[in-house]
């Protein structure tokens, strides 16, 4: 009994295109650095009450 296995092609998170080894999960270098500006610039946020400057962090 032969089952044939459709192999899944990992896709760039934000464009959509076949992810690329050297820059994994990306598909380019632009997308990669798209992403990480995204971080450095508070674009993924997570809604929620601010954090308290009072509060001592865990350490």
Do not use: I, N
């Not at 999960?25 to 009072?54: H, I, N, T, V």
Request: net charge positive; aromatic share 6%.
């Amino acid at each position: 009994m032969c089952m044939s296995a459709k192999v899944k092609t990992a896709k760039c998170p934000l464009c959509g295109k076949p992810e690329v080894a050297e820059h994994k999960p990306f598909c380019s270098k632009g997308c990669k650095d798209r992403d990480l500006l995204q971080w450095l610039g508070e674009g993924y946020r997570m809604k929620g009450p601010p954090a308290d400057p009072d509060f001592p962090e865990e350490v």
